[in-house]
C-alpha cells in the first residue's frame, strides 16, 4: 500500500510534525472517501512497481488485482490492455515531464473502463499518479455522440428528401404552397418548384398579395371559391408570370384548423399549360380532320367488334353518310344495323364474312358491293378499314367508305372496250382468245370435242368500195345478230376483226365423228341464214360467207394452231367457189409446214450465203454480147438448186427480198466493176430485178448509188428491171425515184411487159431505156396470131417512144427471125445461153473475143 513518508510527503509537504496515529487515520478516511485513486510508482532495474490505496484498489476496475505492495505494472497493465501505459509512465519516471490522458478501453460497443489520468515524479525514480473513473462520463459523452450523428443523419435524410421532393415538382412542373392564418397574423410559404412555374425567385414566403398577382381578373373568382371550399377538388386558371408569359395552372386546396386555432392552407399547383396546348392542338386536329371528312367524296367511321364477331356498336361515323345512305349518324350510332339493311342481300353476307376475318386475323380489310342509295339507285360502295387490338380483347377498326359507282361503270367500259368489238358488241379476239384457252384445257379434262368456225364474208371489200363504210357496218352488225341466233347461249361469237368472224362450239359429243356432224350442222344453219337478204339503207343486199371448220378435243393443241387450221380451211372454202364450208385439210397444213420449214431454210441460206448470182447473156439483133442479166439462185444443201419460182415469190411476202435484193445488186456492180478492167468486156451491161418493197423503201436510191460507189461500178452501166405492177400506186413517187437515179448514170427497164395493165398515160412519164417482151408472148408468137399481133404492138409502140426492146424466152430460129423481121434490138433466151456462174460466163466470152 501507499508508505506513510509518501502520505506525509504528500500531505505535509514542508515536514508538518502534527501527523500522528489519529492524523493518520483522518488521512486514510479522507482517501477513501475521496473519489480518486492515488498510485505510486517506482522505477526499479527490473522494471515499474505498483503501490496502490485500498481506496483505489476499491474503487478502480482492475486495480483489485493488487493484494501487496510492489506489484509489477507490467503485469497489471498488461491484463487491462494498457501495456502502452507503462512506456509513457517509465518516460516520467526519466524525464520528470506530466502526463494528464484519458484512458478507453472498449470491448466492441461494451466499455471496459474510462479512466483520467495524472502523473507527476516526486522523486528521483518516482511519481504519483491520480485516476478518476469517468466511466459514467464516458457513456454520456458516447450516447451525446450517438444523438449528434443520428441527428445529422436525420438532418442529410430531411435535405435529400427535401431535395428528391424539389426534383420531383420541378420535373413535375409543379409547386405547394401553405397559408397560416392565427390571430393577428399570416404566414404564407412556398416551395421553390412552384416559385419556378409561377415565375418568381426561389423563396420560402410571399406576401398575400404576391402570391395572387399572376391570376387574372377574370379566373379569381374561380381561385377564391376553391380556397374558401377547401374540399380538394381541381380549378384550373390561369397565370401571368413576370415576363408576360401566360401559363394555365391547375390547383387543389384543402384547409384545416389546428389545436391552437391556427387555420392551415395546403395547396397543390401543377403547370399543365402543354395540356391546354396539347388540347388545342387536338381540338384544331379534330376540326381539321371534321372539314375534310365533309369534303372527301365518302364517310369515315371507328367500330368495334367483340371477339365473337359480332358487332358492337359503331363508334363514329362522319356525317357524309347521310348523303351516301339517307341515315343519320346519331340513327346509325343507336342501330348500327341500319347500314347493313342498305347493303344489297346478294352483297351482304360476303360484306359481314369478310369484316369478321379481318378482326380474327388483324389483316387489313377492303371490301366492294352494292347499295340502294337514298334516292332507290343502286350504287357501288368500297369500304377498306384497319383493325387494332384494344386491351380488352376487343377489336377496334378504322375506316373509310366512298363511292365507286363511276369506277365501276369506268371499268366496265374498259372491260367492254377491251374485250368487246364497239361495232356488234360481240367478243373480240382478246377475249375469244381466253375462252378458246379455257376450252381447250376444259376438253382435256372432260373428253368433250369442240370446234372452231372461221367465217369470211365474201366480196365484202366490194362492198365498202362501192356502197361505202357506213353500209359496211351495218351489214356486220346485222351478220354479228344473225350468227348469235344461230347458236346455244353457251357457245361463243366473237368478231375476230374486219369481216372475220369466229364461232366456237364447246360440248360437242365425245365421238369425233358425231362432233364433227354436229359442227357442220351448224355450219350449214349458218350459211342459210347468211345467205338470206340484208336490208342496207332501204335496198336488198346479198352476201355470202366462207366458213372453214377445225375440231379439237383430245389432242391437245395451242390456241394458234387452231385459228391457223381454221384459217386454212376457211381458204379452202373460198377456192372452193366461195359460199361454202371446208373442214380442215391435213394436206394442205402439210403446204403450209413446207412453206414456213422453206421460210426458215431461206433465212438460213442468206446468212450462210447459200443464195448465188447466175448471168444469162443479152445479144443485138447481129448475136453479139451486150450484156447479161443477174438472176437470184439458190443451191440448197440438201435439196440442190431450189427453182427461183418457188422461192422469189416467198422472199418478197416475208421481206427476206430485201437482203436478198442487196446481195444480187452487189454482185452485180462487183461484176461490173471487173469487167470494166478489160477492153473487151468494159461495154457489157448488168440488168437488175428490183421487187416493189425493195423499190419503195425510203432509202432505196442512196442504197443503190452507195453501192455503185463501193463497187467502183460505172453508174451508166447498169439497169434496174422494173415491173408493172410495181408502178401503180404513187406514180409520182416513182418517178422522182427513177429521176434521181437517171440523173447517175442508172438505166431502166420494163419488165414483163405488156403481163400487166399498162397505160400510155404513164408510160411515157417514166424515164425508161428499155421494154422487155415477156416471154409467154414469145413462147408462140409462130403459132398463135393473137401473141404474134401483141408483139409488133410492142415493138411499134417501143420504137414510137424510141426505147430499146429486149425479147425474153428466145429458143428458136423462127422465133428470132420473126423478132428480127419486126425490128426487135435485142435478145435473150436458151438459144443465147442459160443463166449460169460468171465464170462460166467468162469462159464463153472470152474466146469468142
Not at 460497443?109 to 504519483?128: E, G, M, Q, Y
Not at 369484316?355 to 357501288?380: I, K, N, Q
Not at 378435243?553 to 390456241?559: F, I, M, N, P, T
Request: aromatic share 6%; with cysteine.
Amino acid at each position: 500500500m501507499i508508505s506513510s513518508e509518501l502520505l506525509t510527503d504528500l500531505l505535509y509537504p514542508e515536514g508538518d510534525t502534527l501527523m500522528g496515529p489519529l492524523a493518520h487515520g483522518r488521512m486514510q478516511a479522507l482517501l477513501d472517501a475521496v473519489p480518486v485513486g492515488l498510485l505510486e510508482f517506482r522505477l526499479e532495474e527490473d522494471g515499474l512497481y505498483l503501490w496502490a490505496s485500498n481506496a483505489a484498489a476499491r474503487r478502480m476496475p482492475g486495480l483489485d488485482l493488487v493484494r501487496e505492495e510492489g506489484v509489477l505494472a507490467q503485469v497489471v497493465f498488461d491484463q487491462l490492455a494498457h501495456t502502452t501505459l507503462v512506456e509513457q509512465l517509465c518516460a516520467v519516471a526519466r524525464l520528470g515531464v506530466p502526463l494528464d490522458c484519458r484512458q478507453v478501453v472498449r470491448e466492441g460497443t461494451r466499455l471496459l473502463l474510462a479512466w483520467d489520468l495524472s502523473a507527476r515524479r516526486v522523486a528521483d525514480n518516482c511519481i504519483v499518479v491520480s485516476v478518476r473513473d469517468v466511466s459514467e462520463a464516458e457513456n454520456l459523452r458516447m450516447a451525446l455522440a450517438q444523438a449528434e450523428s443520428a441527428l445529422a443523419d436525420a438532418r442529410r435524410d430531411l435535405q435529400e428528401q427535401t431535395e428528391v421532393f424539389n426534383t420531383m415538382e420541378s420535373l413535375a412542373q409543379a409547386g405547394h404552397w401553405r397559408r397560416i392564418e392565427g390571430p393577428g397574423e399570416t404566414v404564407l410559404l412556398w416551395s421553390p418548384g412552384l416559385c419556378d412555374i409561377a415565375g418568381f425567385e426561389r423563396q420560402e414566403w410571399l406576401s398575400n398579395e404576391r402570391a395572387v398577382s399572376g391570376i387574372p381578373a377574370e379566373d379569381r373568382p374561380v381561385f377564391d371559391q376553391a380556397c374558401r371550399l377547401g374540399d380538394g377538388s381541381d380549378v384550373e386558371y390561369r397565370w401571368r408570370r413576370p415576363d408576360g408569359e401566360v401559363r394555365w395552372m391547375r390547383s387543389r386546396v384543402r384547409h384545416s384548423r389546428s389545436r391552437d386555432g391556427m387555420v392551415v392552407y395546403m395547396g397543390v399547383v401543377q403547370d399543365v399549360t402543354e395540356e391546354h396546348r396539347a388540347d388545342d392542338q387536338l381540338r384544331e386536329q379534330l376540326l381539321f380532320i371534321q372539314r375534310i371528312a365533309s369534303r372527301i367524296p365518302g364517310f369515315i367511321y371507328q367500330y368495334r367488334l367483340h371477339s365473337d364477331g359480332t358487332t358492337a356498336r359503331v363508334q363514329y361515323i362522319s356525317d357524309a353518310v347521310t348523303q351516301f345512305l339517307g341515315v343519320t349518324p346519331h340513327e346509325v350510332a343507336q342501330d348500327h344495323g341500319l347500314l347493313l339493311k342498305h347493303v344489297l342481300p346478294e352483297d351482304a353476307p360476303h360484306l359481314r364474312r369478310s369484316a369478321v376475318v379481318s378482326a380474327r386475323r388483324m389483316l387489313p380489310w377492303r371490301c366492294e358491293y352494292r347499295v340502294v342509295g337514298p334516292d332507290g339507285s343502286v350504287r357501288w360502295h368500297m369500304t377498306s378499314a384497319v383493325p387494332h387490338r384494344e386491351p380488352d380483347g376487343t377489336v377496334l377498326s378504322h375506316g373509310f367508305t366512298m363511292d365507286i359507282t363511276d369506277r365501276k361503270q369506268a371499268e366496265q367500259e374498259i372491260k367492254r372496250l377491251a374485250f368487246y368489238d364497239a361495232l356488234t358488241g360481240l367478243p373480240n379476239r382478246r377475249l375469244l382468245l381466253d375462252r378458246l384457252q379455257r376450252a381447250i384445257v376444259a376438253g382435256q379434262r372432260t373428253k368433250a370435242q369442240g370446234a372452231l368456225l372461221f367465217i369470211d364474208l365474201d366480196n365484202f371489200k366490194d362492198l365498202n368500195d362501192t356502197l361505202g363504210h357506213d353500209m359496211g357496218d351495218q351489214l356486220l352488225s346485222q351478220v354479228a345478230s344473225r350468227l348469235l341466233a344461230c347458236v346455244r347461249e353457251a357457245d361463243t361469237v366473237a368478231r375476230f376483226g374486219g369481216d372475220e368472224f369466229v364461232v366456237m362450239l364447246e360440248n360437242l359429243s365425245s365421238r369425233l365423228h358425231e362432233a364433227a356432224s354436229q359442227a357442220e350442222s351448224v355450219a350449214d344453219k349458218l350459211l342459210a341464214s347468211l345467205n338470206q337478204p340484208f336490208e342496207l339503207g332501204g335496198a336488198r343486199h346479198y352476201s355470202t360467207p366462207s366458213i372453214g371448220i377445225t375440231l379439237f378435243g383430245e389432242h391437245r393443241l395451242s390456241v394458234d394452231e387452231l385459228l391457223k387450221r381454221a384459217d386454212l380451211a376457211m381458204y379452202q372454202a373460198k377456192a372452193a367457189g366461195r359460199n361454202t364450208q371446208r373442214f380442215f385439210d391435213p394436206e394442205m397444213q402439210a403446204a403450209v409446214n413446207a412453206r414456213s420449214n422453206l421460210e426458215a431454210d431461206l433465212r438460213q441460206g442468206l446468212a450462210r450465203s447459200e443464195l448465188l448470182v447466175h448471168y444469162q447473156p443479152v445479144v443485138d439483133h447481129q448475136g453479139k454480147l451486150v450484156g447479161a442479166e443477174a438472176l437470184a439462185r439458190w443451191r440448197h444443201p440438201q435439196r440442190g438448186m431450189i427453182s427461183p419460182a418457188e422461192f422469189i415469190p416467198l422472199a418478197e411476202q416475208t421481206g427476206l427480198i430485201l437482203p436478198l435484193g442487196q446481195a444480187v445488186l452487189r454482185s452485180a456492180c462487183t461484176q461490173l466493176h471487173l469487167w470494166a478492167q478489160h477492153e473487151a468486156t468494159a461495154h457489157l451491161t448488168l440488168s437488175v430485178n428490183v421487187s416493189a418493197r425493195q423499190f419503195r423503201q425510203p432509202g432505196f436510191v442512196a442504197q443503190v448509188l452507195d453501192t455503185l460507189r463501193e463497187c467502183q461500178a460505172r453508174p451508166h452501166k447498169l439497169k434496174l428491171e422494173l415491173t408493172e405492177s410495181m408502178l401503180l400506186g404513187d406514180i409520182e413517187d416513182a418517178v422522182q425515184r427513177m429521176e434521181q437515179l437517171k440523173k447517175q448514170g442508172v438505166g431502166f427497164a420494163l419488165d414483163d411487159f405488156g403481163t400487166g395493165y399498162s397505160s400510155l398515160s404513164y408510160l411515157k412519164r417514166l424515164p425508161l431505156d428499155q421494154v422487155k417482151i415477156d416471154q409467154s408472148f414469145v413462147r408462140d408468137v409462130l403459132s398463135d396470131p393473137n401473141d404474134a399481133a401483141i408483139v409488133r404492138t410492142i415493138l411499134a409502140l417501143a420504137k414510137s417512144l424510141d426505147l430499146q426492146v429486149v425479147a425474153e424466152g428466145v429458143e428458136t430460129a423462127g422465133q428470132l427471125g420473126f423478132l428480127r423481121l419486126h425490128g426487135c434490138d435485142g435478145f435473150q433466151g436458151y438459144l443465147f445461153g442459160r443463166p449460169v456462174p460468171v465464170h462460166e460466163m467468162d469462159a464463153h466470152i472470152y474466146p469468142a473475143l
